[in-house]
């Protein structure tokens, strides 16, 4: 398909597992994006690369997550050891560019996939 | 980024014009007004954005105030697949994370 794929839609893991989740994006799309999002609240940013570079991680919650996109495009977003409030919707976005390449342009419109549920038990 | 302020619901009858306001009073001069919207469980979905001037396209016009201290999304002819969550985000044109606040959710009624 064209959109962005995240994979797997569903996971159910116990507390203290490691889990992976995998983001694919639109073909040719520099940026990628990594969004939770709790019941309920708006999307909240994670972390997000330009190509294969980490840009900005201020939004990984401590050191059990972490993100990489080795080859600037598709990402994983791992978490360690999960607890039960890392339950929550994780979505993946990516833009074709950064920022915008003009007033008109939408260059930087973030395309968001179907989510990957996660529940800890 | 600059924090936004909107209702957290409105309703609006099918067929009329949805006005969504946002307000943003500490935007500064290279911020951009954005608006996307979530239906039910899916992801956001981008509607605009503008500078300062008003922008229109096919879902939806977007008008900002003179002052920029505020705007409205405007749906010109509300229907039912229009009942979503709406979120105004204020961000520099440079790219980057989207801070999401509580958003409006509107629903539209027949």
């Known amino acids: 398909g064209a959109g962005v794929s995240q994979s797997p839609r569903y996971k159910v893991t116990k507390r203290g597992q490691d889990v992976a989740l995998r983001c694919d994006p639109i073909?040719?799309?520099?940026?990628l994006y990594w969004y939770r999002q709790a019941l309920g609240q708006g999307p909240e940013f994670l972390t997000y690369f330009n190509y294969e570079a980490q840009q900005d991680k201020s939004g990984l919650p401590n050191d059990r997550f972490s993100a990489e996109r080795p080859e600037g495009s598709i990402s994983t977003l791992t978490i360690q050891r999960t607890e039960q409030r890392d339950s929550a919707m994780y979505r993946c976005a990516s833009s074709l560019q950064p920022g915008l390449a003009g007033v008109g342009a939408s260059t930087d419109t973030q395309y968001f996939g179907p989510g990957t549920r996660l529940t800890v038990l | 980024d600059a924090k936004t302020t909107q209702p957290p619901s409105m309703d609006c009858a099918e067929g009329r014009a949805a006005n969504l306001p946002c307000n943003h009073s500490t935007i500064s001069g290279n911020e951009y007004v954005y608006w996307y919207r979530q239906i039910h469980s899916q992801g956001p979905q981008y509607i605009i954005h503008g500078l300062k001037n008003n922008e229109t396209n096919e879902m939806a016009s977007l008008i900002i105030t003179e002052d920029r201290k505020s705007s409205t999304l405007i749906l010109p002819h509300a229907t039912l697949r229009d009942t979503a969550v709406y979120y105004c985000i204020v961000r520099g044109g440079g790219g980057g994370k989207l801070i999401f606040g509580q958003g409006t959710e509107l629903s539209v009624k027949p």
């Open positions: 073909s040719g799309h520099v940026s």
